[in-house]
C-alpha cells in the first residue's frame, strides 16, 4: 500500500510539473470519467467498422495521379519521401522528418513542421517542446513510444516561419498516406496550423479547442502545441481539460496503452484497456483476467472488483451489479 501511495503522489507531483499548479478551488483530476460511463460492446464494434471506411475515404483523399499509391508499407512511403522533392523546402532540409512510433498505434499525435532540432536529427518534436509534448503524452498514460508523431509538413520551413498553402498543400497527402496505414482510432492535432490544415477550416484555436471534430469518421482534438505552453503556462489548464477529453474518448474507443511495453501485462495503472491480465488498476476494459480493480468491465474473468460489468464468469466483487 504504500508503494501505491507513492505512485499516487508521484503521479500528482508529475501533473502538476506539466500542467502547473491546479487553480484555486479546484479539485485534483478524479477518476478516468470512463468509471462513470462503461463501454459497451455494440459502441466498439460501430466504431470498429465505421473506421474501416474511415481509412479508404482518407486515403481517397490522395490525388490519382500520387506516386503514394503505389507505396503499401510505412517504410516504403518513408523512402519515397527521403528521396522525392515535392516542394523548394525539400531540397534546403538537413533530414526529411517523416514521423516516430509505433506504427500500428492508436493515438496519432500531429504537429505542424520540423523546426531545427528535428530537422538535425530527422525526427518530429525532439527539441523543449518536443520534451514537454511527452511529458504531457506521460501524464494521460502513453510513452512517446506508444504513440505515432508526425507533422503536416516533412521539410523545416527556414527560420522557423509558418508553413505556406501551397507547402501544405503538397505534402498533406503523406499525412493521409501515414493514416490510412497506421489507423489510428483518434487524432490530436497540436497548434492551430496542424488542426486547420487536417480539418480543411479557418479558425482560431481558441474556436476550435475542447470538442472532438470529425476528420472522415476519425476523432480529432485540437489542443495548444506544446511550444505555445511554453511560452503562456495560462495555456497548461485548456490543455489538461482536452487532453483528459482525449483520454477518455480514446478509452472508449477501446485503444491500447502500453503498446511498447507488454501488452499482455497491465499491472497498477489508472487505466488498463484490452490487456489480457490487469492488477490493481481503477479501471480495467476489455481484459481477461482483472484482479483487484475498482472497476471492471467487459473482462472474462474479475475477481475482487468493486464494481464488475459485464463478465463472463461472475466475479468475486462488492457490489455484482450485471454479469452474464
Ligand atoms: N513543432 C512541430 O510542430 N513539430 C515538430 O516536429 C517540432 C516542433
Same mark, same amino acid.
Not at 141 to 150: K, L
Not at 164 to 185: C, F, G, M, N
Not at 196 to 206: D, P, R
Given at each position: 500500500?504504500?508503494?501505491?501511495?507513492?505512485?499516487?503522489?508521484?503521479?500528482?507531483?508529475?501533473?502538476?510539473?506539466?500542467?502547473?499548479?491546479?487553480?484555486?478551488?479546484?479539485?485534483?483530476?478524479?477518476?478516468? *470519467? =470512463? $468509471?462513470?460511463?462503461?463501454? %459497451?460492446?455494440? /459502441?466498439? !464494434?460501430?466504431?470498429? +467498422?465505421?473506421?474501416?471506411?474511415? &481509412?479508404?475515404?482518407?486515403?481517397?483523399?490522395?490525388?490519382?495521379?500520387?506516386?503514394?499509391?503505389?507505396?503499401?508499407?510505412?517504410?516504403?512511403?518513408?523512402?519515397?519521401?527521403?528521396?522525392?522533392?515535392?516542394?523548394?523546402?525539400?531540397?534546403?532540409?538537413?533530414?526529411?522528418?517523416?514521423?516516430?512510433?509505433?506504427?500500428?498505434?492508436?493515438?496519432?499525435?500531429?504537429?505542424?513542421?520540423?523546426?531545427?532540432?528535428?530537422?538535425?536529427?530527422?525526427?518530429?518534436?525532439?527539441?523543449?517542446?518536443?520534451?514537454?509534448?511527452?511529458?504531457?503524452?506521460?501524464?494521460?498514460?502513453?510513452?512517446?513510444?506508444?504513440?505515432?508523431?508526425?507533422?503536416?509538413? *516533412? =521539410? $523545416?520551413?527556414?527560420?522557423? %516561419?509558418?508553413? /505556406?498553402? !501551397?507547402?501544405?498543400? +503538397?505534402?498533406?497527402?503523406?499525412? &493521409?498516406?501515414?493514416?490510412?496505414?497506421?489507423?489510428?482510432?483518434?487524432?490530436?492535432?497540436?497548434?492551430?496550423?496542424?488542426?486547420?490544415?487536417?480539418?480543411?477550416?479557418?479558425?482560431?484555436?481558441?474556436?476550435?479547442?475542447?470538442?472532438?471534430?470529425?476528420?472522415?469518421?476519425?476523432?480529432?482534438?485540437?489542443?495548444?502545441?506544446?511550444?505555445?505552453?511554453?511560452?503562456?503556462?495560462?495555456?497548461?489548464?485548456?490543455?489538461?481539460?482536452?487532453?483528459?477529453?482525449?483520454?477518455?474518448?480514446?478509452?472508449?474507443?477501446?485503444?491500447?496503452?502500453?503498446?511498447?511495453?507488454?501488452?499482455?501485462?497491465?499491472?497498477?495503472?489508472?487505466?488498463?484497456?484490452?490487456?489480457?491480465?490487469?492488477?490493481?488498476?481503477?479501471?480495467?476494459?476489455?481484459?481477461?483476467?482483472?484482479?483487484?480493480?475498482?472497476?471492471?468491465?467487459?473482462?472474462?474473468?474479475?475477481?475482487?472488483?468493486?464494481?464488475?460489468?459485464?463478465?463472463?464468469?461472475?466475479?468475486?466483487?462488492?457490489?455484482?451489479?450485471?454479469?452474464?
Amino acid at each position: 500500500m504504500p508503494d501505491l501511495l507513492a505512485e499516487i503522489r508521484a503521479a500528482f507531483e508529475h501533473q502538476i510539473e506539466v500542467y502547473g499548479p491546479l487553480l484555486q478551488g479546484d479539485t485534483p483530476p478524479g477518476p478516468p *470519467k =470512463s $468509471r462513470q460511463r462503461p463501454l %459497451r460492446e455494440s /459502441r466498439v !464494434d460501430a466504431d470498429a +467498422a465505421m473506421n474501416e471506411s474511415a &481509412y479508404d475515404r482518407i486515403k481517397g483523399l490522395i490525388p490519382g495521379n500520387s506516386l503514394l499509391h503505389m507505396h503499401q508499407t510505412l517504410s516504403e512511403v518513408e523512402e519515397y519521401v527521403r528521396t522525392t522533392t515535392l516542394i523548394a523546402l525539400d531540397e534546403t532540409r538537413i533530414n526529411p522528418v517523416f514521423g516516430v512510433g509505433h506504427p500500428g498505434a492508436d493515438l496519432m499525435v500531429i504537429g505542424e513542421a520540423p523546426g531545427a532540432d528535428e530537422d538535425a536529427k530527422g525526427e518530429p518534436f525532439v527539441g523543449r517542446a518536443g520534451k514537454l509534448l511527452t511529458k504531457i503524452l506521460q501524464a494521460i498514460g502513453f510513452e512517446r513510444e506508444d504513440v505515432y508523431i508526425a507533422n503536416i509538413l *516533412k =521539410s $523545416r520551413p527556414p527560420n522557423n %516561419r509558418d508553413p /505556406r498553402t !501551397d507547402e501544405i498543400q +503538397a505534402h498533406l497527402p503523406i499525412l &493521409y498516406r501515414q493514416i490510412s496505414l497506421i489507423r489510428p482510432k483518434i487524432l490530436l492535432c497540436v497548434g492551430r496550423t496542424s488542426g486547420t490544415s487536417l480539418l480543411g477550416v479557418k479558425s482560431s484555436l481558441a474556436a476550435l479547442r475542447g470538442t472532438f471534430h470529425d476528420f472522415h469518421g476519425l476523432p480529432v482534438m485540437v489542443t495548444y502545441h506544446p511550444a505555445a505552453l511554453l511560452r503562456n503556462p495560462n495555456w497548461k489548464r485548456p490543455t489538461w481539460d482536452d487532453m483528459q477529453l482525449l483520454r477518455d474518448r480514446y478509452t472508449e474507443l477501446g485503444g491500447h496503452f502500453g503498446h511498447a511495453q507488454n501488452p499482455d501485462i497491465a499491472v497498477k495503472t489508472g487505466v488498463a484497456v484490452k490487456a489480457d491480465v490487469a492488477v490493481n488498476t481503477d479501471v480495467a476494459v476489455k481484459t481477461d483476467v482483472a484482479v483487484k480493480t475498482d472497476v471492471a468491465v467487459n473482462t472474462d474473468v474479475a475477481v475482487k472488483a468493486d464494481v464488475a460489468v459485464i463478465t463472463k464468469s461472475k466475479p468475486v466483487s462488492k457490489k455484482d451489479k450485471s454479469t452474464v
